[in-house]
């Protein structure tokens, strides 16, 4: 079985090698043989303020690249560096550090592009990205969509995450949660277990007393230097792991429910090496632009156990497992497949939504597979009443300078 198509199982996976990783070096934004101040050299000897310093650096340059906004963002971020300069630790450094990238990342998501997004095929020079509605014209929820897709500026492709923004009117902002260290290690052994034997029929995964022995005997506590390693992937990006507070009623039931999404790898920059939206190493054929995973979790408990039911009848592909031959016959795999691997969650109106790209195994319905457009149709489902729906769908137009680059 192709190991990129079935993204949702080394997700999980690859994220238990964080115990044994080395550490990673990274380099501050500026020279740190010239550090002078005590802020400088603060940041200098601790490579997670480095990365912090490295991204907000690059976060700040691209919020720049909105020319109305320009003289605000110059004028803030000059206000931080002077609150930046009165701390005198690394706490007070991480948090300072970790506000303004906040701060930075929802200018950057919130900010109309027209210049880089397009609405229709004719694009012009500098656009990237665009989308073209396929199903659902003329639904208001498809509509709305498609006018934040093509108004959103996407710091990487539009496949790496969409920003739950409310740009766009009717829309909420969803107010994501970081995992901690200790969350993600805790659903680690669950999650990896979930996704290789989702549909094995000797588990019960309503059985609570399985799903804590999987992380009280399987799975060892984590060490300081492996918690701290975790920490700085998941502030690096290679992964992301959070929840929304307040909660969403994905399945708009009127219950709030405990989603968690999980994207990425714990692996030093990714995969071989790269992240979401780089370009792919020669071991993954087919795909010439990373396409890291984005999976939806419910989750119940103290934000500890997974309502393995729930994210199946959710976010689980209506074929259950992936198709495989084994011994001459057509069978179903025993790994979790969700519907697609780049899942996003917004609201409009008052109703929640989920959308993802599809990938090589197929549509909602099992179809299209050797459609050359599969990898960059992004589909809109909702969940009511018990049922996940596909609601509208959009091709992804890239332009002629960014063709290529794009998964085929």
């Known amino acids: 079985m192709n190991n990129i198509d079935k993204q949702g199982t080394w997700l999980a996976v690859a994220l238990l090698t964080y115990f044994v990783l080395a550490g990673s070096t990274y380099a501050a934004s500026f020279d740190c043989a010239k550090a002078a101040t005590n802020v400088e050299k603060l940041i200098c000897e601790d490579p997670k303020l480095s990365k912090l310093d490295e991204d907000v650096s690059v976060a700040y340059k691209t919020a720049l690249q909105d020319t109305k906004q320009g003289a605000a963002i110059r004028q803030a971020q000059k206000q931080w560096l002077k609150t930046r300069d009165d701390c005198h630790d690394s706490t007070c450094l991480t948090q300072s550090y970790q506000q303004r990238l906040g701060e930075l990342q929802i200018a950057i998501s919130e ?72 969350d993600v290690h805790d659903l680690i052994p669950i999650v990896s277990t979930f996704m290789l034997l989702a549909n094995k029929k000797d588990i019960d995964w309503t059985d609570m007393a399985f799903q804590r022995g999987l992380t009280e005997h399987d799975h060892p506590k984590p060490s300081p230097s492996g918690s701290g390693m975790l920490q700085l992937f998941l502030d690096g990006g290679s992964a992301k792991m959070w929840r ?144 996940t729906r596909e609601v509208c769908e959009y091709l992804m137009i890239e332009t002629a300078s960014e063709k290529g680059k794009g998964a085929k």
């Open 111 to 182: 900010t109309p592009d027209t210049s880089r997004h397009g609405v229709n095929d004719d694009s012009s020079e500098g656009q990237q990205y665009h989308f073209r509605i396929t199903t659902g014209k003329g639904v208001r929820v498809c509509d709305a969509y498609l006018e934040r897709l093509n108004t959103t500026a996407y710091v990487k492709p539009p496949f790496c995450d969409r920003p739950e923004n409310d740009a766009v009117k009717g829309f909420t902002k969803l107010n994501r949660i970081p995992l901690s260290p200790a």
């Open 244 to 387: 929304y507070a307040p909660p969403v009623d994905i399945d708009n039931d009127g219950t709030p429910d405990n989603i968690e999404i999980w994207h990425g790898s714990a692996l030093p920059k990714g995969v071989g090496g790269r992240q979401c939206g780089d370009d792919s190493p020669a071991n993954f054929p087919g795909n010439s632009v990373i396409r890291q995973p984005q999976v939806a979790l419910v989750i119940s408990g103290n934000n500890n156990r997974l309502d393995a039911v729930t994210t199946e009848r959710i976010f689980g592909h209506p074929k259950g497992g992936y198709p495989i031959h084994l011994d001459g016959q057509l069978a179903v795999s025993g790994d979790f497949r969700p519907i697609g691997t780049s899942i996003g969650i917004f609201e409009y109106l008052g109703l929640y939504y989920f959308d993802t790209f599809f990938d090589s195994w197929g549509d909602f319905e099992n179809r299209r597979q050797r459609d050359k457009n599969i990898f960059n149709t992004l589909a809109v489902f909702q969940n009511k009443d018990g049922k």
